[in-house]
């Protein structure tokens, strides 16, 4: 009678360990599942960007091809997961990511562009005062 007491509790701790390893599993995939498409949602922006340049009012069309491209790397394992709405989701955060780094990259040589400008200026100034004080007056 002892024995089949111990062989259910056995049992039990190798089914909890069958369970804590197979959510162990389904967690790292999902994890590598989010950083492959963060990975390539980049690509896949620049390739949407390009083809549809020429088209006005795209962004769903872009998004839509982004979304169609990554869905055929989704692992069966965590295709459930991973929707079209959460696939759309992470593209339109790297997509916002980029947005802001362009838009820091422009202010930062906007501001380089204007201080190279005023620093030329107020060496024509310098110079036009130079030559303004070498004209002899009458």
Not at 15 to 39: C, H, N, S, W
Not at 113 to 138: D, G, R
Request: net charge negative; aromatic share 8%; proline share 3%.
């Amino acid at each position: 009678m002892y024995w089949m007491l111990a062989l259910a509790i056995a049992l039990g701790f190798a089914l909890r360990f069958v369970i804590v390893y197979l959510r162990a599993k389904q967690d790292y995939i999902e994890t590598e599942t989010e950083m492959m498409i963060y990975q390539h949602a980049p690509e896949l922006i620049a390739q949407a960007e390009q083809a549809y340049a020429s088209v006005e009012k795209s962004g769903e069309q872009k998004m839509q091809m982004c979304i169609d491209s990554l869905l055929p790397m989704i692992p069966d394992a965590v295709a459930g997961l991973f929707t079209g709405d959460i696939i759309r989701s992470i593209v339109q955060t790297v997509f916002d990511s980029m947005m802001d780094f362009a838009n820091q990259a422009v202010d930062q040589a906007a501001k380089n562009l204007a201080q190279k400008s005023v620093t030329a200026t107020k060496s024509k100034v310098k110079a036009s005062e130079q030559n303004a004080k070498k004209i002899p007056t009458a």
